[in-house]
């Protein structure tokens, strides 16, 4: 089955973590180096997100979002250390593409803060299926409507990419030329974006009555299959995380 | 003549999961139904058929041409393809423009597409529906007017993925005028079907698909006569063959006439 | 007693200014199998989904007259009270699937943790369901990847789930092969001898003939016959409905070969050979 999640299941005490936790320590993870804007800070934040990441043992999976994070990184690099406003100390290169100190500096401390928050979302992305996350959040109060709507997107997304695939073929079948110019592509958008909206409005009414029927609307209590899971150390995790931001927002205030 | 040469194709979406497992088959204009169970690769071999999909082993062959070589569009004009759902490509706002864009897309004149156009929904009945939005139609008048749009293309070969779910007797009767002119004209007409029934009445010659490999292909009566072949391949045989047998007869009635015609002959011996 | 109660019910689709239902009145009784017959467009869709409420609450439009399932009035309950007492089963397997479930065993719960059922209850009913639909051996794969015909069974099961006392199915079995189409046939058969009652509406006539107690013909909205499959497939003015009736019945017409002591033609395989034995 095809899906557009990203989970890598995996038997690791950070899987085990209650996804609510894992949203909270996201949230601190990218806050305290915005508070504490010291490259210390950032440093430290990274080095926890990443090390997090091979505790749960899914680095090789996050290797590709890194790789690609690196290339955007490499261009900072190069911006910041030739045209930053701030620079003053030249280190080597040909005018006017001269590394300077400051650039580079800075580029660094975009390196390391841009890094924590991809670190730090990967971890919650890697280790949560996203039905454990949405099934905490209806429990937690949020509308069983809207926790459908997050649980089914990963599912039917790829369904409308199939559907797409078919009304490309049926077009094709009539003597639509997809492939060449701009102006034969162009050409081709109608053909393909109408029925593509069509399919998905008719598939979307079926699907809506299939629900209505299965009580979606119903406005009494709801239930659940699965026995409300228990969490390791969510008090614990908590209580840490909250010492954490308040500690950084009080040494911002005092420092 | 050859209109359609298959030789040795294989197939897989996925390395390792072969679909067709080396289909070697030849069409000439005689009608053929493909009958299978979901996932025993019919849909898959038409498609083939059609130039949407490239065969991973083996050659096909339309009308002489290499079917390896040539994209589906640049295939429109000899080989047609119905797909089963019509919401797949209704996208203009009248029934007469959705049929008219497969013969303008392959060089028709805007004159000559409304004439094949017109001459496609008289075909299938839609005459009156003409000005009207595909959208508000029905599932099965869609399904008449996806039919009509590649019918108005007058290629050499017809393919029918379908055609039969959700229609009415009255949409049964605007397919089966379909067919019987494409054979009038001589041209290959073939269609996927799940009901045998159409199946046995319609067509000369009758391909089973299971697990991607043909289990038979020969004329209809001889097909249908093989009860546990095609049990084995999830199908069943028509209604009017099981009444036929149950009442005693070895033949292998294909159509009401034939059975009819059978008992009134024993019958009135009787009296 | 009556299961299903429909008094002078009429209605019209808001962006419509036809009635799709015109003036229909009829009881059915408990444990009794209704073919809802008629040709693309003489309402056949639209009374199904009258019973479940889906017509009026969920498209609006004009309604008049009453339907009342098992006790339950429709314009004064929500489609979710109704889901407990009547289910329906759509044509399309594919868009029945929620989407939002991995695994045939959570689809199936869909329903139960909608409406609330206990945990432990929701667990035998989902068992018996499974068990009931001959679904049990696919209880742990994902839905999508099921073929058609095990997913309008796993459809059928999350309705069967609901316990509901009335099952509606439009047109289940139309997009499905010849072994796919058998194993909802017998499923049906099965939950009948449970005690359910059951409305289908179906093209496939020999179907029909073969299930149902009793049959009943639509055409522009209108009830214009509902008796006996034999009395209805006997009509000689069936086809200006644009119906044809089971092959059986064809043939024996053809031949004048009724059945003994009765004014109408046989509907089904057995009772044609009886009629034709010996010819």
Known sequence: MKTFSLYVPRDSLIHRINPIDKILYTITAIAVPLILPSMAASFLCMLISLSLLAAARVVRQSLPVFAFVFLILCTVVLI?????????????????FV????????????????????AAFLLLVLTTKPADLVEELVRRGLSPRIGYVLDSIFQILPQMMNTTRTILDAQRSRGLETEGSLWVRVKAFLPLIVPVVMSSLIHAKERALALEVRGLHFEGQRTWLREKRTYPYSREIRGGLLLVLTASIVWRILG | MSRVVVKDVCFSYRSGEEVLKGITLDFDEK??????????????FVKLLKGLLKPTRGEIYILGR????????????FIGLVFQNPNDQIFRSTVLEEVMFGPL?????????????????????????ASENPHDLRLSEKKLVCVASIVAMEPEILILDEPTIAQDHAGMAAIRQVIRRFKEQGKLVMGILHDMDFAAENFERVVVFHQGTVVADDDPREVFSRESLLQRAGLEVPHITRLGWSLGRKETFLTEAELIQSLRGEGSTDR | MSKIRVEHLKYRYPSSEKLALDDLSFEVDEGEMIGIIGRNGAGKSTLCQAFVGLVPHFYRGAYGGKVVVSGLEVL??????????????????FTQVTGSKWTVY????????NLGVPRKEMIDRIDYALQLLGMEKYRDRHPFDLSGGQMQRMAIASVIALQPEIL??????????????????????RLREEGMTVILAEHNMEKIARYCNRVMLLDGGKIIDFASPASVFSRADLTRYGVVPPVYTRVCRELNAKREGSPHFPVTLEEACEVLKGR
């Open chain 1, 80 to 96: 910041q250390g030739w045209f930053y406003p701030g620079n003053q100390t030249p280190l080597f290169g040909v005018e006017p």
């Open chain 1, 99 to 118: 590394f300077h100190a400051e650039g580079l500096m800075k580029a660094c401390r975009i390196g390391i803060r841009v890094t924590n928050v991809v």
């Open chain 2, 31 to 44: 009608s053929t139904a493909i009958i299978g169970q979901n996932g025993a690769g019919k849909t898959t």
């Open chain 2, 66 to 77: 290499s079917a390896n070589e040539m994209t589906a569009a640049a295939l429109a004009p």
């Open chain 2, 105 to 129: 897309n392959i060089g028709e004149d805007p004159k000559g597409a409304r004439k094949k156009a017109e001459e496609a929904l008289e075909m299938v009945g839609l005459t009156e529906k």
């Open chain 3, 76 to 93: 004064k309950s929500s489609v979710s009270q109704l889901a407990r007492r009547v289910g329906i089963v759509f044509q399309n397997p």
């Open chain 3, 106 to 113: 959570e689809e199936v719960a869909f329903g139960l943790e």
């Open chain 3, 168 to 189: 509606v199915l439009d047109e289940p079995t139309s997009q499905l092969d010849p072994q796919g189409s058998e194993e909802v046939f017998r499923a049906v058969h």
